[in-house]
């Protein structure tokens, strides 16, 4: 009977001899309360009723949600909801040991990390405007990293990522933005559709200025066109004037006549094609002796350009 006692005792003890760490986890051992070693994961062996198991410490990666308020230089209360990822230093003897230790249980621990982080924010926060937040998240990250991760590396740990999910303000604060970004959006539509008129005006002034310049063009060319015309015209009357004064001249006739034949085929021209209905004519002698002398100047050029 004695003897099973013995051997249940001694199995008892045998078991006790061997602890089992999980991956991802690092066990530290103390004896009599004093730190002792480590057990790294897997199967280890320590001194039954002497070496106690003091605390089984994560080495994976860990993450915290928070959310707390700041209030800004001019007062406004921000609302920050925000989310850390930090995992321990290394694997260590030293850095398990400060993480075993540095703070008396888990609890603890996450106050001052929560307390650090909205700290850290609240300080920031509190030297800037309300409308400068919501443009300085990167900054504000930025600025809570480098604080919280030289504090964390004191501790035994190291920030793997600080994330702010969302900057709130107050309702009124978010009603008066509301109205900004609305009266922003009003004018910018309307200083759009002051540009899109400008552009339509300029354009339409531009398609007008290029319609009078092409009219302009097309009737300079007609004008050269219409002078070129009479040119030729006169020139052709000039031509028929000199072929039929020499052929009046060959037929010993005045060529004078050919003039009075061209004076009275103005009038007859003048009489189908005139709009009005009444030709007043100078029938004087004076008028009748300078028309003549006229025509007679005009048929001596036809004869010089006919004998040229």
């Known amino acids: 009977m004695e003897g099973a006692i013995l051997l249940g005792i001694g199995f008892l003890v045998l078991i006790t001899c061997f602890v089992s760490v999980k991956q991802g986890t690092i066990a530290v051992i103390t004896v009599f309360g004093k730190y002792s070693r480590i057990m790294k994961p897997g199967l280890n062996f320590k001194l039954p009723f002497i070496q106690q198991i003091y605390k089984r410490i994560s080495i994976q990666n860990r993450s915290v949600e928070l959310e707390f308020q700041a209030t800004t230089i001019d007062q406004a209360n921000v609302n920050f909801k925000a989310m850390l990822l930090f995992a321990v230093y290394n694997q260590e003897e030293e850095t398990i040991k400060n993480v075993a230790f540095k703070f008396m249980d888990e609890k603890s621990f996450m106050q001052a990390l929560i307390r ?136 010993n006739l005045d060529a004078s006549f050919i003039l009075f034949s061209m004076w009275t085929e103005s009038i007859k021209h003048f009489a189908e094609h005139g709009k009005g209905n009444t030709i007043f004519l100078d029938g004087s002698n004076d008028s009748m002796q300078r028309s003549i002398r006229e025509l007679m100047s005009v048929a001596k050029g036809a004869k010089v350009e006919a004998s040229k």
């Open 116 to 251: 650090t982080i909205e700290g850290s924010i609240r300080s920031f926060v509190a030297t800037k405007k309300q409308a400068e937040i919501l443009s300085l998240r990167t900054e504000i990250v930025s600025e809570v990293k480098g604080q919280l991760d030289h504090t964390l590396e004191g501790w035994g740990f190291h920030l793997l990522d600080l994330q702010l999910n969302d900057i709130a303000f107050d309702d009124a604060i978010m009603r008066s933005m509301a109205q900004v970004v609305a009266s922003n959006n009003l004018r910018a539509a309307a200083e759009n559709e002051g540009q899109a008129l400008l552009i339509t005006k300029t354009k339409a002034a531009e398609a007008e200025g290029n319609a009078i310049k092409i009219a302009a063009e097309a009737e300079k060319v007609a004008a050269q066109l219409r002078g070129q015309g009479v040119a030729l015209f006169r020139e052709e009357v000039a031509k028929g004037m000199s072929v039929a004064a020499k052929e009046m001249q060959g037929a």
